[in-house]
């Protein structure tokens, strides 16, 4: 067995562990709950899209929407981030309350 293969093991981290399960676990959710946040992502970037290309035909219309929700989302997406960060620290054994 080869020492990746044994490393695998003891941590228990298969590549479905690691497509699948792992980043959902890091930000606190189910894969469901992980797919349902992303995927509203998903479709709110597809709206600013569309918001975005009308702006660039008729400059006076969604003057600020994309701008205001990007800033918005950037916002969220950063608490989450920051969630998984502070998971993968704790799971490595480097957690330290005081950082």
Same mark, same amino acid.
Do not use: N
């Given at each position: 067995? $080869? ?5 695998? &093991? %003891? $941590?228990? $981290?298969? =590549? /479905?562990? %690691?497509? /699948?399960?792992?980043? =959902? ?15 509203? /992502? ?11 290309? &009308?702006? &660039?035909?008729? =400059? ?6 994309? $701008? ?32």
């Amino acid at each position: 067995m $080869s020492q990746t293969t044994i490393d695998r &093991a %003891r $941590s228990g $981290s298969t =590549p /479905f562990d %690691r497509l /699948f399960r792992d980043h =959902p676990r890091e930000v606190g959710e189910t894969y469901f709950q992980h797919m349902t946040a992303s995927a509203a /992502f998903g479709f709110r970037l597809l709206r600013l899209a569309g918001a975005a290309f &009308a702006h &660039a035909v008729v =400059p006076g219309v969604h003057k600020t929407t994309v $701008s205001t929700a990007v800033r918005g989302m950037a916002q969220d997406m950063g608490g989450r981030a920051e969630e998984a960060k502070l998971t993968r620290m704790r799971d490595a054994g480097v957690w330290d309350v005081g950082l």
